[in-house]
């Protein structure tokens, strides 16, 4: 079946109508003209030949981008990515009645291999060879693959080791159906900067035989390697680490530098995973807010401190808070080796948290917030506008539940700068730094 592609969604997707049901088709770009077909049964739709393409179509530099569905945008021209960004961004704006000048959305040099993170699921193929990469879209099918765009060389490096390794020395990959089989998941967090490696392997039993011979074999393939944990999930559950951990090798523990700062980083704690526009988007936030050295700074959701670390010099106190354990005791580290005073970390739920800033009177100039993908919640919003910060910066990983918040926001509050930076390069995703000022302070 011959069909135009239309608009494409927030998601970057095009919504075809074929006989009144609504197909979503993925990778095509806008006026573009396809030969589809389309499973009715499994309301699926599958391009068969791209008759007439988008002028800002290019070949994918992946294999398995069709299947992998973790870069969206790989068959989209980059500075055409960036535009389709910040178009989205105008859109969810406008939708939702919030008025504000949207810049353009800010990219990468050259948007390759920039993820810090990297996190891979192991399993058998037909052939009973093990298999390492991300589930299939909607499914519990592995997509393997051995080098990823997207990935650092060295991560991508250790992963195709410890395939081999498992290969040779017979470690079955966990079966999460049968409950049978020892290695789940690989993790793997670096340091370019700074050349440090934490590999995460990820176990269902804390047995693991031959660990020492396989661990061995590991570092001697892996020199960039500075630590390795094992962690122990035994639990039936779609959370990549359990609770128990064992340091196999180095200190449990990687560091980092951002902007002039230096950082711990552990298994579980939250770090941006692109470090160079990382600092952008720290800079661009706190620049762009103004800070002044009397003001009190509130950083909620903080992870291991990082936006508050930064901004200490700028201002004269900051308060962070966070829900995560092993974050909260990374950022307190984080400001000793730093040798920062003026920061405190709290251990809570931010919305908890805020309230009782509010039930104290306490006195807040500015509040940062970086809340994850779902947003704030309504209660922390109305906390915030009985705080009556000066200004608020406000980051968000996802400026589809950002704008909802935000509605809470501008009665009181002017927005004064909204600049999306491409934190994801390739994929859907787009970072959102909105700052508000409050409309009686001006
Ligand atoms: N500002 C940090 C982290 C942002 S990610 C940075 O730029 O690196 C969002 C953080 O919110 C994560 O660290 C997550 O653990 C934390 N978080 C999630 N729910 C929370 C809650 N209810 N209260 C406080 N922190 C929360």
Do not use: W
Not at 147 to 162: A, E, G
């Amino acid at each position: 079946m011959k069909i135009n592609t239309t608009k494409l969604n927030d998601f970057f997707q095009s919504p075809i109508e074929i006989s009144g049901k609504t197909y979503f088709l993925n990778n095509v770009l806008e006026n573009e003209t396809l030969e589809v077909s389309i499973n009715k049964e499994k309301r699926t739709i599958k391009i068969d030949k791209i008759i007439n393409a988008s002028k800002y179509r290019i070949k994918p530099k992946c294999d398995i981008y069709e299947t992998c569905g973790g870069c969206k945008l790989l068959h989209v021209e980059y500075n055409h990515q960036l535009y389709l960004k910040t178009e989205m961004v105008k859109r969810l704006f406008k939708e939702n009645n919030i008025k504000a000048t949207v810049l353009d959305t800010l990219g990468m040099d050259n948007p390759t291999e920039y993820r810090n993170k990297n996190q891979v699921v192991f399993g058998y193929n037909n052939q009973r060879k093990v298999v390492s990469g991300f589930y299939e879209e909607n499914t519990h099918k592995i997509v393997n693959f051995t080098t990823c765009y997207l990935q650092d060389k060295v991560s991508d490096k250790i992963v195709n080791t410890i395939k081999d390794l498992m290969m040779k020395m017979r470690i079955m990959p966990y079966d999460e159906d049968k409950q049978k089989g020892l290695i789940r998941h690989v993790m793997v967090k670096r340091s370019k900067l700074l050349n440090e490696t934490m590999v995460i392997i990820v176990t269902s039993s804390d047995v693991f035989p031959g660990r020492n011979n396989f661990l061995k074999a590991l570092l001697a393939s892996n020199k960039e390697i500075t630590t390795v944990i094992q962690n122990i999930n035994s639990r039936k559950t779609t959370q990549v680490l359990g609770d128990k951990e064992i340091v196999l090798f180095g200190k449990g523990y990687i560091n980092d530098c951002l902007c002039d700062k230096k950082f711990k980083i552990s298994s579980k704690s939250f770090y941006q995973i692109n470090p160079i526009q990382t600092k952008v988007l720290y800079q661009k936030a706190l620049d762009n807010a103004h800070l002044s050295k009397t003001d009190v700074l509130l950083d909620a959701y903080s992870g291991v401190g990082t936006i508050g670390i930064i901004a200490s010099d700028k201002v004269s106190k900051v308060i962070s808070v966070e829900l995560e354990k092993q974050a909260v005791n990374d950022a307190i580290i984080n400001a000793k080796l730093n040798n920062i005073k003026n920061i405190h970390f709290y251990n809570d739920d931010a919305t908890r948290f805020i309230n009782n800033l509010v039930n104290k009177k306490e006195k807040i100039d500015v509040v940062v917030m970086d809340p994850p993908r779902k947003g704030s919640t309504e209660s922390f919003l109305k906390a915030v506008l009985k705080l009556k910060p000066k200004k608020i910066i406000y980051i968000s990983c996802d400026p589809h539940t950002q704008v909802v918040d935000l509605k809470s926001l501008v009665n009181d509050y002017n927005i004064t700068y909204v600049q999306p930076v491409d934190m994801f390069p390739h994929t859907q995703h787009v970072e959102n730094i909105v700052v508000l000022n409050h409309k009686h302070y001006i």
